[in-house]
């Protein structure tokens, strides 16, 4: 049976048509849920039969590693690490709820199912860099450049195709 690994979109969209009893989600997620109505759907959803479970630290270390090589790493919180460790426990029968971009990334990444919530699904696997925005020169990460001191901005490296086993 197919379960659902659930954001923090998840409850504060509240537009999910998925039975409560197979979500799954991490206990990060409520420190997202800034409104009551986000509060409310999450409490009546582990009333529903939610379950709340850390991951795994060594999912959670592979997760950290795929980030790093995407370089997506700098806009994960660690929520997000979270729900793609629990998601890459469960890949084999779980799909993960998530409107978040960097996060579609990564799972595609690591050959998780993904489905979102109100936005559209990401149509392509991407490798960032930075670049400077006064010199040019491009870097794995940071902020600054260290030849010229100036800011660096996010710039798309290359573009992998999207894996066709993911779910609509």
Known sequence: MTSYIADSAVFIMGNCNVDSSLLITVPSVVDELKSRDAVLRFDLAKEGGLRVEWPEPEMVK??????EQTRDSEELSKTDLEILAKALEHRE???????????????????????????????????????????????????ECPICGS????????????????ES
């Open 151 to 166: 800011p660096l901005k996010k710039k798309r490296k290359k573009r992998l195709k999207s894996k066709s086993h993911q």
């Open 62 to 67: 592979e997760v950290r590693e795929k980030a």
């Open 93 to 143: 029968t779980a799909v993960l709820l998530t409107d978040d971009y960097a996060v579609q990334n990564v799972a595609v990444q690591l050959g998780i199912q993904v489905k979102p919530i109100a936005q559209k699904k990401i149509k392509d696997v991407l490798i960032w860099q930075k670049q400077c925005i006064g010199c040019k020169k491009t870097f794995e990460k940071g902020d």
